[in-house]
């Protein structure tokens, strides 16, 4: 179908599904164990209502922001997955050329399928890119890395360390569709890969985990990242109040480390039944709220709709990121289906603000939604 006639996210997802490879459908659709997170991520965003103003002018609405004092166009983002190019050749960098006239931040997978160089090639200045990292057993590679995305500072502006998934979570659809046809991981910018067998069996997901190190801690990690790079430091994968707290009280201590934290589940692909980041939101929002003022909180997880973003933002959210829902647009049909992803996302958050008495992101606060029914602990 022609992008122009898709006209929501399940629309693009079911366009993508008919174009991509089966193995590639089943590893970007995975989930770990029974889905359960994966599906509770979008479906708590229907138990959070709107609170619309009315008699407010919105004649005209914008969405720019910032995040890490960078400005930027709109609060949502492209979260870092791997292997963009198993769903069309255009791949991360396609991803970038789609977003690019929407000012988004586009955050890059350790296990991207292009090398960061690739990947900014052709980025518009003035673009804000973060370079995820899932430390290595081999610290040495990781810190080659490191090196490189330091060459690139005038597009990579942080490095987001995954915390979320030490191990990878059991992904049967993954796993099963590796077994009909075994696909040789080939990440480009995945220095692990280069020379080293990996082990048969296994979803795309298990093979790519290859080597990352499950060995990480507050007490050596950080200081240790802190030593190969002076970029911001961004931790993607806090699902308790208690571990925001221990990230704002490390971001203290250590000015000029950890400036963002990113509330996610890793899209339900991790630990199964795992909150999604909206609990995490509200839970920091009522035991230690100190945090909002100390870093910033990004979050994502199971967006769909412009109204899911405006009310993680309402909650108390810098920027919002999706995962799948650029890899679909990818799949539907390369870097224009990742712009018309974007297109309708950003056409609804305005609308929503619009209709919600709102004409710009400061305006959003919890007094525009009543989040009464998903808080219950
Ligand atoms: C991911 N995610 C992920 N996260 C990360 O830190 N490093 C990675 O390499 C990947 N790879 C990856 C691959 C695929 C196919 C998916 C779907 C996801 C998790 C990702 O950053 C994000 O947390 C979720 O995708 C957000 O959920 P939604 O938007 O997919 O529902």
């Not at 080659?144 to 490095?159: H, N, P, S, T």
């Not at 919002?320 to 990818?330: D, E, I, K, T, Y």
Request: glycine share 10%; net charge positive; proline share 5%.
């Amino acid at each position: 179908p022609a992008l122009h006639t898709l006209l929501n996210l399940d629309e693009i997802e079911a366009a993508a599904k008919m174009q991509v490879s089966k193995k590639c459908w089943a590893y970007y659709f995975s989930a770990a164990d029974d889905l359960i997170s994966k599906s509770y991520n979008n479906a708590v965003f229907r138990n959070i209502l709107l609170r619309p103003r009315v008699f407010v002018d919105c004649t005209v609405a914008s969405t720019e922001t910032t995040v890490l004092g960078h400005k930027i166009g709109t609060p949502l983002y492209v979260s870092p997955a791997a292997m963009a190019r198993l769903a069309h050749p255009d791949g991360e960098a396609g991803i970038g050329k789609g977003i690019t006239s929407f000012g988004a931040m586009q955050l890059v997978s350790n296990n991207a399928s292009m090398t960061p160089e690739q990947i900014v090639a052709n980025a518009a200045p003035g673009t804000i890119f973060g370079w995820q990292l899932y430390v290595q057993n081999d610290r040495a590679k990781s810190e080659a890395m490191l090196k490189r995305i330091a060459k690139m500072r005038d597009y990579y502006k942080c490095v987001v360390l995954t915390l979320d998934a030490p191990v990878p979570g059991k992904r049967e659809h993954d796993e099963k569709s590796n077994l009909e046809s075994q696909l040789t991981v080939d990440s480009a910018s995945n220095e692990k890969v280069d020379g080293e067998k990996r082990p048969g069996g296994g979803g795309v997901g298990q093979q790519l985990f290859f080597g990352t190190a499950a060995d990480l801690t507050w007490q050596t990690t950080l200081p240790w990242l802190a030593k190969h790079t002076d970029l911001p430091i961004v931790l993607k994968g806090v699902q308790t109040h208690e571990d925001a707290y221990l990230a704002a009280q490390y971001a203290r201590k250590h000015p000029g480390s950890v400036k963002a934290i990113i509330l996610s589940n890793h899209g339900g692909r991790a630990l199964d039944t795992a909150p999604p980041a909206v609990h995490t939101l509200l839970e920091i929002r009522k035991y230690c709220p100190e945090v909002f003022d100390t870093i910033e909180v990004w979050i994502d997880g199971g967006i769909r709709r412009g109204t899911d973003v405006v009310k993680a933002l309402c909650l108390g959210a810098k920027a919002v990121g999706v995962g799948r829902a650029a890899l679909w647009g990818l799949g539907a049909g390369g870097w224009k289906g990742v712009e018309r992803t974007f297109e309708i996302l950003q056409a609804e958050i305005l609308t929503c603000m619009k209709l919600l008495g709102a004409k710009t992101v400061a305006d959003l606060g919890p007094r525009l939604i009543n989040s009464r029914m998903v808080e219950r602990d």
